[in-house]
């Protein structure tokens, strides 16, 4: 399904285009540590140092993987960065991390260092010449010995063991392959539905009809969101999760999230019907902006009010344009 997505795919760069992602990635990382490290230095100077350290070996990872540019293709780096391939590890925005305190951070950073080691094993097996494949091999291998520094944070401030780290990572991986996708989806069928389901309802007071529009389009969204999703990040870099995976639960939420308050439409009368669907729509609004909150960081009035705001919007117009 990669001709769905806009951007490039992993396997489709050159060993030009690999290096310069590694090039701009490294450049990122150095800069995100360099964050962390001021943050945490007036309370915990030691990790500040840690971090400090490892912003500048990212520096020196850098000016590696430019030499070797230099020396196979030229002084002109392709500007490429993350955001421009699919399923590239993104990093969450430094004044969004470093708020949630030092567990976050070295959450954060631990991952990071996983994930850029991750790329770095699979950049070396697609490495043709002898030098890049060992440079990429080395920054692995240096990346792991990050995670592991990053890792050790944990015993030194907040006494977590081996298993609990454990039980993070595969509760993240979770999130990110079944919850991410599936709250996205619930969002998505919730909200995108309302105006064509409640427009048909007070355009024809008809239940029967209502629900059939209803079905429509949350399976329409169903199979498109589903699709999407499958399609934006094959997951071999990220981490996400097989894509379909991702794909069945955004597309299933997705039609979940339109039947909601499309199936109380079997009920022949109209305004009980109407009364029980609105009802409905309440609750999957603040169920989203909770799940949102709880398991997508998104600060709860910052979800209430794109969620249940934005959801009455739409409601609001489907009536109008219905009563029209």
Known sequence: MRFFSQRRHFGDLSEREVLALAISSEEDDARIYRCYAERLRADYPDTSRVFEGMAEEEDRHRQRLIALHEKRFGPTIPLIRREHV??????RPVWLVETLGIERIRDEAAMMEKEAERFYHLAAQRASDAETRRLLGDLAAAEAAHRHVAGRLAEQHLDQDASAAEERTARRRFILTWVQPGVAGLMDGSVSTLAPIFATAFATQD???TFLVGLA???GAGIS????EAAS????????GSPVKRGLASGVMTTLGGL??????????????????????FVELWAIAWLQNRYMDTPFLRATFQVV?????????GVLIGSG
């Open 225 to 228: 969101m589903g699709f999407t």
């Open 207 to 209: 239940t029967w009809t």
């Open 86 to 91: 699919a399923g590239y590890h993104a990093r």
């Open 217 to 219: 389009a949350s399976v």
């Open 309 to 317: 705001l934005g959801g009455a919007l739409v409601l609001a117009a």
């Open 233 to 240: 990040d094959d997951g071999q870099l990220s981490g996400r």
């Open 260 to 281: 909601g308050h499309a199936l109380p439409y079997l009920i022949p009368a109209f305004w009980i019907a109407t009364s029980i669907a609105v009802l409905v729509v």
